[in-house]
């Protein structure tokens, strides 16, 4: 048995995933400095409270991209709930024009999230992550280009090859 492996109560292992969560309607919001700094504060935050290790957090302008262990002591939808839910509302109080020009609705993200559980290609997807517009550039490997999200996909019948 790996020895480096997170031990729970009643489980042993860990479930590295990398998620993806768009703003509304595409807005370009973190083209602003202090939103993005704000949500990432956030996001750091709301991960320390669930006990969550957090590997990467990565802001391209209209979307966030984050790489983290996922704890048996959670269901995905319930991680995604906390952070959608208490980066919202700070982040509509802080900066009022977000609510006046884009998210009249008061719905800052997008209800759909992207999913993928990372196996072997882990720092790959935390390079991702980190080597988006706004993320921690070369914060792993300095040589690392800005992937596609593609070359994660399986191939596909519709357009794949």
Known sequence: MRVDLPRYSSSIGKLKVHVGIKAKYCHKIFNDTAVRERCNEVFEEAFTEMGLAV???GFDEERCHLVFDLS????LWQVMKKLKGR???PLMQEFPYLRKEFFWSG???NPSYYLDSIGKDEQTLINYANNQKYGKKNAVAPDIHQCKLTQFMPPTS????
């Open 87 to 89: 980066s919202s509302r």
């Open 158 to 161: 519709v357009g794949g090859s």
């Open 55 to 57: 590997d990467a957090i």
């Open 107 to 109: 719905h800052l993200w």
């Open 72 to 75: 048996p002591r959670y269901a």
